[in-house]
T-cell receptor, first 114, second 112 residues
Framework: GAVVSQHPSRVICKSGTSVKIECRSL??????MFWYRQFPKQSLMLMAT?????????EQGVEKDKFLINHASLTLSTLTVTSAHPEDSSFYIC??????????FGNGTRLTVT | ELKVEQNPLFLSMQEGKNYTIYCNYS?????LYWYRQDPGKSLESLFV?????AVKQEGRLMASLDTKARLSTLHITAAVHDLSATYFC????????????FGTGTSLTVIP
């Protein structure tokens, strides 16, 4: 089946640094990529939606300058957390989809900011 | 904004018992998904329900969709410990095509 590869699976960084998370669709072309954030024991919160070649659409309350999303090709989307702070520590999940098919989720990235 | 609520949020049940998880959503939608999430892991797709009255079954899990009531159910039959996980329903916003809205999640613990 379709696979979405997300990397890294875990990252620890110091406060003030930036972290890039990659999401690749391995055997399908994801025209749309979604980025989610999940706090412990909570649901997934949609952060932004990106379409290949265009600017991402951010959900209300999500800082576009802090969470930079790039969707340069049909198989790659990146999320960069800039000037990370401890409150940015979370589980980030990407997903890609086509048409009516269910979204295919990456394995998630556990970000810890110290 | 489309809202999706699940009930119950937490469920502890003994092996061999049956139970149903409910998923209510606020806006008309004709696509609903169920996912399973194990601790520290991402989401695993369980079911896709695409029409009113749709029913899907896989092993001890059965999902159904009533679009008129804006309700989906995930029924667990004769639970086993391996089913312990968090289950999410997700509804597609018809106004935005592929945008998913996730339910609050139901944390299921099956006690041997």
């Amino acid at each position: 089946g379709a696979v979405v590869s997300q990397h890294p699976s875990r990252v620890i960084c110091k406060s003030g640094t930036s972290v890039k998370i990659e999401c690749r669709s391995l055997d399908f072309q994801a025209t749309t990529m979604f980025w989610y954030r999940q706090f412990p024991k909570q649901s997934l919160m949609l952060m932004a939606t990106s379409n290949e070649g265009s600017k991402a659409t951010y959900e209300q309350g999500v800082e576009k300058d802090k969470f930079l999303i790039n969707h340069a090709s049909l198989t790659l989307s990146t999320l960069t957390v800039t000037s990370a702070h401890p409150e940015d520590s979370s589980f980030y999940i990407c997903s890609g989809g086509q048409g009516l098919s269910p979204l295919h989720f990456g394995n998630g990235t556990r970000l810890t900011v110290t | 904004e489309l809202k999706v609520e699940q009930n119950p949020l937490f469920l502890s049940m003994q092996e061999g018992k049956n139970y149903t998880i409910y998923c209510n959503y606020s806006t008309t939608s004709d696509r609903l998904y169920w996912y399973r999430q194990d601790p520290g892991k991402s989401l695993e797709s369980l079911f896709v329900l695409l029409s009113n009255g749709a029913v899907k079954q896989e092993g001890r899990l059965m999902a159904s969709l009533d679009t008129k009531a804006r309700l989906s159910t995930l029924h667990i039959t004769a639970a086993v410990h391996d089913l312990s996980a968090t289950y999410f329903c997700a509804v597609v916003d018809p106004n935005t095509g592929n945008q998913f809205y996730f339910g609050t999640g139901t944390s299921l613990t099956v006690i041997p």
